[in-house]
T-cell receptor, first 113, second 115 residues
């Protein structure tokens, strides 16, 4: 079964540094989501793309977070500068269209020192 | 805020049916009930969804009450691999006019399958 690929699997960095996460959705999936999951809580949506366009980024802290999906396929989420409170699991999900079930990758676990 | 209420934890004996309840008393006619689960250190996995009628697939069955204010996810023969956090989520249907399909996760139910 096709999977959503994410890298790196783990990332440790110091506060004030820049960090980037990459996601490759299931082939043919037009909708892509980035979620953040703090330990002990459920995932929270950060940004949703439909092809290369942002549909919803209302929960994205835009002063330090940015996301792009330039060709409508893979996507990058960036944090600059990282803060201690950004330590979390960052999950990517994709769906064939926006009204279909979402398929998640296994995430990037970020630790800020 | 999540629109659902779930018990924080449940235990189930291996081989027995696991029945996971969910209350969604404020659900609207344009919202599906979705179930996902998350095994430790993995991303959430889609299980099943429904609108009004009961649904069954190879993983589970979903029973929705007639008034749609609550539902139960049934794993018919739980195995150790079913140990996970189970999330019940309400989300808009394509007919709601919503252009976004945000999944609002709560804290879910931690199911422990006991040998």
């Amino acid at each position: 079964e096709a999977e959503v690929a994410q890298s790196p699997r783990y990332k440790i960095t110091e506060k004030s540094q820049a960090v980037a996460f990459w996601c490759d959705p299931i082939s043919g999936h037009a909708t892509l989501y980035w979620y953040r999951q703090i330990l002990g809580q459920g995932p929270e949506l950060l940004v949703q793309f439909q092809d290369e366009s942002v549909v919803d980024d209302s929960q994205l802290p835009k002063d330090r977070f940015s996301a792009e999906r330039l060709k409508g396929v893979d996507s990058t989420l960036k944090i600059q500068p990282a803060e201690l409170g950004d330590s979390a699991m960052y999950l990517c999900a994709s769906s064939f269209t926006w009204d279909q079930p979402q398929h998640f990758g296994d995430g990037t676990r970020l630790s800020i020192l | 805020d999540a629109k659902t209420t779930q018990p924080p934890s449940m235990d189930c004996a291996e081989g027995r049916a696991a029945n996971l309840p969910c209350n969604h008393s404020t659900i609207s006619g344009n919202e599906y009930v979705y179930w996902y689960r998350q095994i430790h250190s993995q991303g959430p996995q889609y299980i099943i969804h429904g609108l009004k009628n009961n649904e069954t697939n190879e993983m589970a069955s979903l029973i929705i009450t007639e008034d749609r204010k609550s539902s139960t996810l049934i794993l018919p023969h739980a195995t150790l691999r079913d140990t996970a956090v189970y999330y019940c989520i309400v989300s808009p249907t394509p007919y709601s006019g919503a252009g976004s399909y945000q999944l609002t996760f709560g804290k879910g139910t931690k199911l422990s399958v006991i040998p």
